[in-house]
C-alpha cells in the first residue's frame, strides 16, 4: 500500500466525480 492519494488528488477526483454528475451526458471515461 502507498499513500499516494492527498488530499489534492481526493478533491481533484471529488470535483471530477461532481462534474460528472452534474454533467447532462457525462463521459464513461476514466
Known amino acids: 500500500m502507498y ?3 492527498t ?3 481526493l478533491i ?3 470535483r ?3 462534474r460528472v454528475r452534474y454533467s447532462p451526458r457525462a ?3 476514466r
Request: aromatic share 0%; glycine share 0%; no cysteine.
Open 3 to 5: 499513500d499516494s492519494l
Open 7 to 9: 488530499d489534492l488528488e
Open 12 to 14: 481533484a477526483r471529488h
Open 16 to 18: 471530477i466525480a461532481e
Open 27 to 29: 463521459p464513461k471515461r
